[in-house]
C-alpha cells in the first residue's frame, strides 16, 4: 500500500491555552487539493514510559485517581521522562517513585501512542524484574495503593470495572505475548 505525500500545513494557531496544555488550529493542505483545519495538542517531544513490574508470579499494580474519570482507576505506574534521563532510568524512578520497588532488569515490549489525531505523545512499555525494595519521593498527593495480581490470573484483570485505560490495556497484552514467547505463560 502506497503511502499517500502529508498534507502541506499552511498555518499552525494557538487557540487555547491552560498551565499543562496548549491546544492548536492546524490549517491542512492536501495533496489532492482538499482543505481542513484540525485542532490538536501542541505537540512535545517528551516521552512517558508505564512499567509492568513483575515479582514472585505476579504482576505489580496502582490504583490512584484519575480526575478525568473522576474516580480511582487501577493501572501499572507510568510518568513522564524527565530531561536526560534514558526510558530504563525513567522507569527505575517511577518504580521507586510510585510502588517503592528498584528493578535491575528491564525489558522495552514497544511504544505506544494514545489518540495520534490529537495528541503527540509516546508511551514506552518496559517489563521490569529482578525488583528489590527502594523508595523514591515522588510527586503524587496522597500515597498509591499498591496491589498484586497473579500472572496466571492476569486476562482477568479485563473484568476489573477500574482497569479500562487502553494503554494498561495494551501493556498487559503485551507483557503477556512477551511472556507466553519466553515459556513463562502459555495460553
Same mark, same amino acid.
Given at each position: %500500500?502506497?503511502?499517500?505525500?502529508k498534507?502541506?500545513?499552511?498555518?499552525?494557531?494557538?487557540?487555547?491555552?491552560?498551565?499543562?496544555?496548549?491546544?492548536?488550529?492546524?490549517?491542512?493542505? /492536501?495533496?489532492?487539493?482538499?482543505?481542513?483545519?484540525?485542532?490538536?495538542?501542541?505537540?512535545?517531544e517528551?516521552?512517558?514510559? %508505564?512499567?509492568?513490574?513483575? =515479582?514472585?508470579?505476579?504482576?505489580?499494580?496502582?490504583? @490512584?485517581?484519575?480526575?478525568?474519570? @473522576?474516580?480511582?482507576?487501577?493501572?501499572?505506574?507510568?510518568? $513522564?521522562?524527565?530531561?536526560?534521563?534514558?526510558?530504563?532510568?525513567?522507569?527505575?524512578r517511577?518504580?521507586?517513585?510510585?510502588?517503592?520497588?528498584?528493578?535491575?532488569? $528491564?525489558?522495552t515490549l514497544?511504544?505506544?501512542?494514545?489518540?495520534?489525531? *490529537?495528541?503527540?505523545?509516546?508511551?514506552?512499555?518496559?517489563?521490569?524484574?529482578?525488583? *528489590?525494595?527502594?523508595?523514591?519521593?515522588?510527586?503524587?498527593?496522597?500515597?498509591? =495503593?499498591?496491589?498484586?495480581?497473579?500472572?496466571?490470573? %492476569?486476562?482477568?484483570?479485563?473484568?476489573?470495572?477500574?482497569?479500562?485505560e487502553?494503554?494498561?490495556?495494551?501493556?498487559? /497484552? %503485551?507483557?503477556? @505475548?512477551? $511472556?507466553?514467547?519466553?515459556?513463562? $505463560?502459555? *495460553?
Amino acid at each position: %500500500m502506497k503511502i499517500p505525500k502529508k498534507p502541506d500545513i499552511l498555518n499552525i494557531t494557538a487557540v487555547a491555552r491552560s498551565r499543562l496544555f496548549t491546544i492548536e488550529s492546524v490549517d491542512l493542505a /492536501f495533496s489532492n487539493g482538499a482543505r481542513r483545519v484540525y485542532e490538536r495538542m501542541k505537540p512535545s517531544e517528551r516521552e512517558a514510559v %508505564m512499567i509492568v513490574p513483575i =515479582i514472585d508470579d505476579h504482576l505489580i499494580l496502582i490504583q @490512584e485517581y484519575a480526575v478525568g474519570l @473522576e474516580t480511582y482507576e487501577l493501572g501499572f505506574p507510568k510518568g $513522564l521522562i524527565d530531561a536526560g534521563e534514558t526510558v530504563n532510568e525513567a522507569a527505575v524512578r517511577e518504580l521507586k517513585e510510585e510502588v517503592g520497588f528498584g528493578a535491575r532488569d $528491564l525489558t522495552t515490549l514497544g511504544k505506544l501512542t494514545l489518540a495520534p489525531s *490529537y495528541f503527540s505523545s509516546k508511551m514506552n512499555i518496559v517489563v521490569a524484574e529482578g525488583l *528489590y525494595a527502594e523508595r523514591l519521593e515522588g510527586d503524587e498527593p496522597e500515597p498509591l =495503593i499498591v496491589h498484586r495480581w497473579p500472572l496466571s490470573d %492476569m486476562l482477568s484483570l479485563l473484568a476489573e470495572p477500574d482497569f479500562r485505560e487502553a494503554r494498561n490495556v495494551s501493556a498487559l /497484552f %503485551m507483557a503477556r @505475548e512477551w $511472556l507466553v514467547r519466553q515459556g513463562r $505463560l502459555s *495460553y
